[in-house]
């Protein structure tokens, strides 16, 4: 997993597999060196997958300023352009969704087919769990919130009859190993504000190419009703939900098979 300058800042990036070239762009928080942030293995076996820590995540750029949606999402645009790839197959997942909107609304001629997981439109579409809003609170109580975000079906009653995956999930929600690294919280905080501003509602009747969109029933963050109205405001736009939550694709393994059939199915384009 080597390192790449993008407009004079150092990115850490990863190639992998075989076949049509497939940007993957990851979520809140996104770290290559942490498995749980991985979820591109399946896609592998059919396609070179290139995904990246973005600007304020593992081991990239974690800048001195604040960051915007288009810096993201032209971050994508020169990572292509560094590796040969005049455009690709792009799957966006959770805030990489929200990038991947403003990648294909910036450069549409670098996408050939797009799918939006769990995520969101902004604006008058709605937004995804509004995480800046939250006060300071300390690392269980906000490790418990997200496990109950991620998963509506985790209720009280759901906790109270399977305390073992509740503490598995609790564990990971909360884990940071590279907290104490220089930068990390500042970039974290710089990305969660970026976040904040996202809102693509006004311009995603401009999006030409074809476009699945894809949710979990029970997720939380990226709510069914939000994810349903990005699909309706995006031209020809399919519409997919999977039993899940936030992450359904690593509940629903069928979603990485329906992944595969729309990105392949070019004689449609």
């Not at 080597?2 to 076949?19: E, K, Q």
């Not at 990648?103 to 087919?113: A, C, D, I, K, T």
Request: glycine fraction near 12%.
């Amino acid at each position: 997993m080597p390192f790449v300058n993008l407009r004079g800042l150092p990115f850490f990036f990863a190639r992998s597999g075989r076949g049509p070239h497939l940007l993957l762009i990851g979520g809140t928080g996104g770290d290559l060196r942490r498995p749980e942030t991985q979820v591109a293995g399946p896609l592998a076996h059919q396609f070179e997958v290139l995904t990246w820590d973005q600007r304020g995540m593992g081991q990239s750029y974690k800048g001195d300023g604040p960051f915007t949606m288009a810096d993201y999402a032209d971050d994508a645009a020169a990572l292509m352009t560094a590796q040969g790839w005049d455009d690709a197959l792009v799957i966006g997942i959770s805030f990489g969704g929200m990038v991947a909107q403003e990648l294909v609304l910036r450069h549409p001629g670098r996408v050939r087919r797009l799918i939006l997981c769990c995520t969101a439109p902004g604006g008058g579409g709605g937004a995804s769990f509004p995480f800046h809003e939250l006060p300071p609170m300390p690392a269980g109580e906000l490790a418990a919130l997200k496990v109950r975000i991620a998963d509506t079906r985790r209720t009280d009653a759901w906790i109270a009859a399977n305390p073992g995956p509740y503490r598995l999930l609790l564990a990971m929600a909360a884990a940071d190993p590279f907290a104490a690294e220089p930068g990390h919280a500042e970039g974290a905080a710089r990305q969660i504000a970026a976040r904040a501003t996202h809102d693509t509602w006004e311009r995603l009747p401009q999006i030409g190419c074809p476009t699945l969109v894809m949710g979990g029933h029970y997720d939380g963050i990226a709510r069914p009703e939000v994810v349903t109205a990005l699909a309706g405001r995006i031209a020809g736009a399919e519409l997919r939900f999977f039993e899940g939550g936030h992450l359904f694709m690593l509940e629903d393994k069928s979603a990485y098979d329906a992944m595969a059939a729309f990105l392949t199915a070019f004689p449609a384009d």
